[in-house]
């Protein structure tokens, strides 16, 4: 029993399990692990029938999964009565766990469905929750009696039982949470509660600032980053959303910046796809703009962002952010032609001592003026780091060594006054 089992919960470990629409206050499990400890469960007993159902609104009981070696008339997401199931009235004590015959039970031949597919052995486990709710019913049945069957097969059951509860729990935690999640994240679309940060940009031959990145902050700077309120954002379908108003936000302050700075706005590869851009940046087409492009995850349609960004290239700079790491790979910088190249600080970082950071940063240098580009070093903290990147040629500078994210106001002082050389 413990063996089968523990094989199970091994094999489930680490797997993703995604989350069916919420009825009743509870998630549906829509994976295929709970499909899995039912075939081994079902197959384990050598029963025909293996399910698994939840209670849902108006009295009803759900199957959420089933597994079976015969034709049903019923699958997943059928409902009936809970009151018409032997799972409601074992879990409210009506009925025993272990039956090896209906006939033994007179209150089963009030049941419908002891006649209709028929019912035989019947093996049952409610489901509940850490917090004791009851969520539905682990189930194995045969059509016909087995008098076979033990307290020792009952155990088994409830072993398996013990791991779909925990993959329900799961889910239903996730659930809470995404539902909390995109709360907070539908708040901040429907108020516009963005604040926005300036981080400079300067020249490095010279120290004049010439551009600062737009940097987005929300409400629990605190407690989540922006790197998390945007991919939780993307995890729930309202990525290019957020990161449109992050982007309007940006540049509703480009007026506070002198007329020969630039202001750069990041946006990831699914938002240009998006076409949400487009209308934004033509009303700034009189204003010097850059839109980094982000990359966290594998771009699918190559061909869709080329085309995206050369619609955009007449009224925005292009730049490839974290050149480097991640994504931003070689294709990135032969085919998407962009003006501003932007070195990773993991690059950057240390580079007075790396010898190998170094000719990876000269490379860079060579490469940027081959096809026209400018070179952006991120995450400078040290004056070290300034002099070496400048002694090879990098182009611009950005990080705390210049200067950390700032409100717009103090960015605008700093811009009209700042001289770091």
Not at 113 to 135: A, E, F, K, Q
Not at 309 to 328: E, K, M, Q, T
Request: aromatic letters at 6%; one cysteine or more.
């Amino acid at each position: 029993m413990i063996n089968a089992a523990e094989a199970v919960r091994s094999d489930l470990d680490g797997e993703d399990f995604a989350l069916a629409p919420a009825v009743g206050g509870f998630e549906r499990v829509d994976d295929q692990s709970v499909d899995r400890i039912l075939k081994a469960v079902r197959q384990h007993l050598g029963t025909e029938i293996a399910f698994v159902s939840r209670y849902v609104e108006n009295f009803e009981k759900e199957l959420t999964h089933i597994d079976a070696d015969i034709e049903l008339p019923m699958g997943p997401g059928y409902r009936d009565s809970r009151n018409d199931s032997y799972c409601w009235h074992i879990a409210e004590g009506r009925l025993p766990q272990l039956i090896q015959d209906p006939a033994d039970f007179p209150f089963t031949q009030s049941l419908a469905i002891t006649d209709m597919l028929p019912v035989g052995c019947h093996l049952n486990v409610p489901l509940r929750l850490s917090d004791g709710s009851l969520y539905g019913s682990f189930c194995c049945l045969s059509r016909k009696p087995d008098r076979s069957m033990t307290e020792r097969d009952l155990g088994v059951l409830k072993a398996f039982a013990a791991l779909a509860a925990e993959q329900i729990e799961r889910s239903v935690e996730s659930s809470a949470q995404s539902r909390n999640q995109k709360s907070a994240i539908q708040k901040v679309l429907d108020t516009g509660h963005v604040t926005i940060l300036h981080q400079p940009i300067v020249a490095l031959k010279n120290g004049h600032p010439v551009g600062v990145e737009c940097l987005a902050r929300f409400p629990d700077a605190a407690e989540r980053g922006p790197d998390r309120w945007f991919a939780e954002a993307a995890g729930l379908g309202l990525g290019p959303d957020l990161e449109l108003l992050a982007i309007q936000s940006g540049l509703a302050t480009i007026n506070h910046l002198p007329a020969d700075a630039y202001l750069s706005v990041n946006a990831s590869p699914e938002t240009i796809m998006s076409g949400l851009l487009d209308k934004v940046v033509y009303k700034y087409s009189s204003r010097k703009l850059a839109i980094e492009v982000t990359e966290h995850e594998k771009v699918d349609d190559f061909g869709k962002l080329k085309e995206c960004l050369a619609r955009l290239s007449p009224f925005a700079r292009i730049a490839i952010d974290d050149v480097g790491a991640g994504y931003s790979g070689l294709r990135h910088l032969v085919e998407l032609k962009p003006s501003l190249l932007k070195l990773d600080m993991s690059l950057t970082r240390d580079i007075h001592t790396d010898l190998a950071r170094q000719a990876l940063a000269t490379a860079m240098v060579h490469f940027a003026r081959e096809i026209g580009a400018k070179l952006v070093a991120e995450g400078i903290e040290r004056e070290e780091e300034r002099v070496v990147l400048a002694e090879l040629g990098v182009d611009y500078g950005q990080g705390f060594f210049f200067a950390r994210p700032m409100p717009v106001v103090a960015s605008a002082q700093y811009m009209l006054g700042s001289r770091i050389i």
